[in-house]
């Protein structure tokens, strides 16, 4: 199998289209059409997993971090970043990584950290806007179920947990052919002609326009074909910053304190004053999550969970909220699971291994 279909799971799930504008996910070293012969996961890259790599063959290195954020002007050897890129080009190992966009797809590294917390129905705390489009066209009455299935089928239509939306109308459509045309209906250089037609629509993320416009090529049955397709502000629910949900039953304070502690698996809980007595709504932020914190106040969450948080900024909870800084690495380390299963449940041809090795830059005494 070559890396590149390997990669194209991973896109599907968390199109790269996804990550902030900061980020560097995709494949940062290596060659897409290379053949794999072994995958290994971790939630860094560092020279001690290129080590890693080797040992177990693989070529393959999926990483939730990207080792390179910004762009390099040497390559010399100088620091970590530029020995990992230079051992894992010398030994011909692909860096992939899969960073910002994970974390924003509502299967991703938050609905994870969600799961482990056992919270109920959790959503998306901050959609993202202009990720959506609607496509509108006009098809004869006979070819609306057809073209319709075809655009369902590129994955427009979705909404939520619901899928195959659309809104159709009927009305009246005209057109003349001309003397170079090969018209489904009428004759070339013809009359004017008058069909009824249905206005079809639907609404679909934005990454998947070539794929939608392609299937609707292939299935319309015109040979010229009529469409709009619009920028929407929207929002998309299942795209964003963040998870916020309820607890099967609340917890005293300081309580789930410890119930976040053992289930993170993380040696330090810093967290402001325990404000509120209970703890019924969570919300939660793989990484440095921050600025996401009075969005957290305003969908009535009594606790939010991420990392990274410096001194003065756990005054910003006010008293309104319990801020919890788990740790940036403990926040994430299970995604290397996350993303094992999910490779696991497409692929059955491809060695997937976990990096064993601890890349948490921070020690507690």
Not at 170 to 195: I, K, S
Not at 304 to 326: L, N, P, R, S, V
Request: with cysteine; hydrophobic share 35%; aromatic share 8%.
């Amino acid at each position: 199998m070559k890396i590149k279909e390997i990669l194209n799971i991973l896109e599907q799930w968390a199109p790269p289209s996804y990550q902030e504008s900061y980020d560097n996910s995709g494949l940062i070293v290596g060659d897409r059409n290379a053949e794999c012969r072994g995958c290994l996961v971790t939630l860094d890259t560092i020279e001690s997993v290129i080590e890693e790599a080797i040992s177990n063959n693989c070529n393959l290195i999926i990483s939730h971090h990207p080792i390179v954020f910004r762009g390099l002007k040497t390559i010399t050897g100088k620091n970590y970043v530029e020995r990992t890129v230079l051992k894992a080009i010398k030994n011909d190992i692909a860096i992939y990584a899969i960073h910002t966009n994970l974390d924003n797809v509502h299967t991703g590294v938050n609905k994870m950290i969600a799961d482990r917390l056992g919270l109920e129905r959790p959503k998306v705390l901050a959609p993202k806007n202009q990720i959506l489009r609607k496509l509108t066209t006009f098809v004869p009455i006979d070819a609306r179920e057809k073209v319709a299935q075809a655009l369902f089928d590129a994955g427009a239509g979705a909404i939520g947990e619901y899928d195959e939306c659309s809104f159709s109308t009927t009305g009246t459509g005209t057109f003349r052919p001309g003397e170079n045309t090969n018209p489904t209906l009428g004759t070339a250089g013809g009359r004017r002609e008058h069909v009824e037609e249905a206005r079809l629509e639907v609404i679909f993320p934005t990454h998947l326009t070539g794929k939608v416009l392609h299937h609707l090529q292939e299935q319309h049955p015109y040979e010229e074909v009529a469409y709009y397709l619009y920028n929407l502000e929207n929002s998309n629910q299942e795209v964003g910053s963040g998870m916020v949900g309820n607890l099967p039953e609340p917890m005293a304070a300081l309580e789930f304190l410890h119930f976040l502690k053992k289930t993170m698996e993380t040696d330090c809980v810093r967290h402001t004053a325990i404000c509120r007595p209970t703890i019924s709504r969570v919300a939660v932020c793989g990484g440095a999550g921050g600025f996401l914190l009075n969005t957290a106040k305003r969908a009535n969450a009594d606790i939010f969970i991420t990392a990274d948080y410096k001194y003065h900024e756990f005054f910003d909870a006010d008293g309104q909220i319990i801020i919890a800084d788990i740790g940036h690495y403990e926040s994430e380390a299970f995604t290397k699971d996350l993303i094992i299963d999910h490779l696991k449940e497409k692929l059955s041809n491809i060695a997937i291994y976990s990096s064993k090795v601890n890349s948490n830059p921070i020690n507690y005494l």
